[in-house]
């Protein structure tokens, strides 16, 4: 799964929606942002019995490298 350069997805006028199920992932740009919508990065996790507050620490520790 491929993902293009940032520079090339800051001038998209679109979204990229990356999902992933276990080593099985795609990749593709879903839909244009509103006007007045934020371009934001969201993170959303699916499953049972997940540590939230474990995997938000993992996932900030990762990101403060």
């Known amino acids: 799964c491929e993902i293009p350069p940032a520079a090339l997805l800051l001038r ?17 740009f879903d839909r244009a942002w509103s006007a007045d919508e934020a371009r934001i990065t969201r993170l959303v996790l699916i499953g049972q019995e ?7 620490a993992q996932l900030r520790a990762a990101l403060s490298v």
Not at 12 to 28: A, N, S
Not at 50 to 56: I, P, R
């Open 12 to 28: 998209k006028p679109m979204r990229l929606l990356i999902q992933g199920v276990g080593t099985r992932f795609d990749k593709h």
């Open 50 to 56: 997940l540590d939230a507050a474990g995997l938000e």
